[in-house]
């Protein structure tokens, strides 16, 4: 069973690195991560990597904006499973398995005019945070 | 036989069986179906073979309510009509267009899609198309295959006419029957009616050269098109005040036309993927019907909205075309469509920001989809979603008098063309379903170019020059201008044809089903008048 404490070996690339921390600042951003049960909570910013205070100080990029709330819905659960991921194929394997499904299910948000899946709303949100 | 208007005797009274006012689309239609028949047709038509611009500018008028394109633009006065600068598009009517769709007010023919579609396999022949097959499946497309998007876009096909111009193409059939006495340059500037106000006695007919006659025929159709249809009605107020047909207020309502608008840019994921069967620049591309005995044809897939979701989603009829174009022209494009709120001198770095923003997304883009895909994105080419939909019936948008007159005397039509919260609506819906589809399909990605929650339309949308609905046909005289053999509630001898009779306008282009209409009502009229 994986350990969700522990940073992942993938973290090490940029991009996802880049990924997690949006993750967790979109998450806090609709609340969504305080409806996690204090434990799990702590596991996934101690997973980030980040203090509750660096996430939101991540909010304050003006990037992140649209359809967080429906992002964040979707992302808690997602967000475990990326940072879980072992290596670049199973990293892969796992956002191209959540594209499709958010495709299939209509789980789409619209970023600055593009219909994007929620998943890769997301990841296009996040480069843009770590590059403002 | 043909005459000119300008050489009848002043005040000479022309008779015939039946006398039809236009010679576009409709009324050359009409006229072959009714060629060697026994009973006598006079056509009355505005201008000449050929056109001249002091009879179009009788088509001068205002337009109020949304841009649109001017009047004497949009519509052509000499014999064939508007099919003299016509595209050629050619695709009958779905049968959910005939359905009364509660989700869609005022919505539902008085005929069915069976009664009207036997007529389109002539129609097609007259616009020199083969059978009414629209789907891929009817068609030998191993060249150019549709994209797999599923059920809910799904993809059918348009052909193409030549184009036919009706005036150059029918010219010889129309003047060489022997019961048809075509009057060219002569104008109907009312129809007067009886009385009683229940039968129509007489047409007045006048020439830009000052001439007048007046002709009596026992049956009259008026053909002149989706504008002029209602203000010939309107303006003939001398015997009743509201005009001919308008008891009820109807006459001039519910124009529509088809909402036409530049909406979004698709990625292609793969640079292997084609997008061929859509392009116009491949309709030149002869394709093989797969029906024994059919001819080559020239045909262009379009992205349609399937009726199931249609239902599911509220929405009205909707289609798109998808034509390619280059990625620097999407940064030339994205400054047209930011332009209109650009009023401030901070207009250059709001412009800079927005391509950087574009530009940033892009990359982005092409990044997470190598990532999700194991696979390079196709980065030099990106296509273009043309939305052509259906416009919601809209009792408020119409067609009325305006003050000026032309060089007739007649007042000019006055458009206010309106469009509500369906239209909208379904424009939403549409571009998230093509979005959701092309994601599913691993085809690309969307990206809309306009705000589709602003209030006001984008001032890049255009209307399709298919004048519809002012006559709408409906069998409740309070909803309706004609029945459902296209006959004027309430009077016994006046029939309408063309796109003004349509209760709704369905996504397809108009002709086809004009063409159609106009075949049956002759055919209708044919048997009760003889």
């Known amino acids: 069973m994986k350990d969700a404490t522990r940073p992942t070996t993938v973290g090490r690339r940029l991009f996802l690195r880049q990924a997690l921390m949006g993750a967790a600042g979109i998450c806090c951003a609709a609340g969504a991560l305080l409806e996690l049960a204090p434990l799990e909570r702590d596991r996934l910013l101690a997973a980030l990597g980040l203090e509750r205070e660096q996430a939101a100080r991540i909010l304050d990029s003006e990037v992140v904006r649209l359809e967080v709330e429906h992002i964040a819905a979707t992302w808690p659960q997602r967000s475990f499973e990326l940072a879980g991921a072992r290596t670049d194929s199973e990293l892969r394997m796992t956002i191209r398995r959540a594209i499709q499904e958010d495709y299939a299910s209509g789980n789409l948000v619209r970023v600055d005019g593009w219909f994007l899946a929620a998943t890769e709303a997301l990841i296009l949100a996040l480069t843009a945070v770590a590059h403002s | 036989m043909h005459f000119d208007g ?6 000479t009274e022309l008779a015939a069986d039946l006398c039809i006012i236009g010679a576009g689309a409709a009324g050359i239609s009409m006229a072959l179906e009714l060629a060697g028949s026994p009973m006598s047709v006079l056509i009355l038509e505005s201008g000449g073979f050929d056109p001249d611009p002091q009879t179009q500018a009788l088509a001068r008028g205002e337009v109020v309510g949304l841009p649109t394109f001017p009047l004497e633009i949009s519509r052509l006065r000499f014999f064939g009509g508007t099919t003299g600068h016509w595209g050629g598009f050619c695709r009958a009517f779905d049968p959910i267009d005939f359905e009364a769709r509660p989700w869609v007010p005022h919505s539902g023919w008085p005929i ?11 129609a097609q022949e007259l616009c020199q198309v083969g059978p009414p097959d629209y789907e891929p499946n009817q068609w030998d497309l191993a060249q150019t295959p549709p994209l797999p998007l599923g059920n809910d876009v799904r993809t059918r096909l ?21 019961n048809i006495s075509l009057y060219l340059n002569s104008n109907v500037t009312s129809i007067r009616p009886d009385a009683n106000g229940k039968t129509i006695a007489r047409l ?4 830009l050269s000052g001439n007048r006659f007046t002709v009596k025929a026992r049956t009259y159709v008026l053909a002149v098109g989706g504008i002029e249809n209602a203000r010939l009605l309107l303006a003939s107020n001398q015997v009743m005040q509201r005009g001919v047909g308008n008891d009820h207020d109807i006459v001039g309502r519910y124009f529509g036309d088809h909402i036409n608008l530049d909406t979004a840019a698709i990625v292609p994921l793969s640079k292997d993927t084609s997008f061929k069967l859509y392009s116009r620049e491949n309709r030149t591309i002869a394709r093989r019907p797969l029906r024994k005995g059919g001819r080559l044809a020239s045909v262009m897939g379009l992205l349609d909205l399937d009726p199931a979701v249609q239902r599911s989603e509220g929405t009205l009829n909707y289609s798109a075309e998808v034509q390619p174009t280059y990625f620097s022209d999407h940064f030339l ?3 047209r469509y930011y332009m209109p709120v650009q009023s401030d001198t901070g207009e250059e770095s709001r412009f800079r920001q927005v391509k950087e923003t574009l530009s940033s997304l892009y990359r982005n883009l092409s990044d997470a989809a190598s990532a999700a895909f194991g696979k390079e994105s196709n980065l030099e080419s990106y296509y273009e979603l043309m939305s052509t939909q259906e416009q919601a019936p809209n009792p408020s948008s119409r067609v009325t008098l305006a003050g000026n007159k032309d060089a007739l005397g007649m007042p000019m039509a006055r458009l206010e063309w309106r469009l509500g919260d369906l239209d909208r609506h379904t424009l939403k819906v549409a571009v998230r379903r093509i979005a959701q589809a092309l994601g599913a399909g691993n085809v690309g990605r969307l990206r809309v170019t306009l705000d589709l929650e602003a209030t006001e339309w984008p001032l890049h949308m255009q209307s399709s020059w298919h004048h519809c609905g002012t006559t709408r046909m409906h069998a409740d005289p309070h909803q309706g201008v004609v029945d459902a053999d296209l006959r004027v509630h309430g009077l016994a001898n006046l029939y309408v044809t063309g796109s003004s009779v349509f209760p709704t306008i369905s996504s397809s282009n108009p002709t086809v089903t004009i063409v159609a209409l106009s075949v049956r009502l002759a055919r209708h009229l044919k048997q009760i008048m003889s």
């Open chain 2, 158 to 178: 348009i052909q193409f006419s030549p184009p036919t111009r009706f005036g150059v193409r029918y010219r010889d059939a129309v003047v060489k029957a022997p």
């Open chain 2, 6 to 11: 300008r050489a009848v005797p002043r005040d």
């Open chain 2, 204 to 207: 007045d007919v006048a020439t």
């Open chain 2, 112 to 122: 069915t899609h069976a009664e009207v579609a036997q007529y389109y396999e002539h």
């Open chain 2, 333 to 335: 494009h994205s400054e």
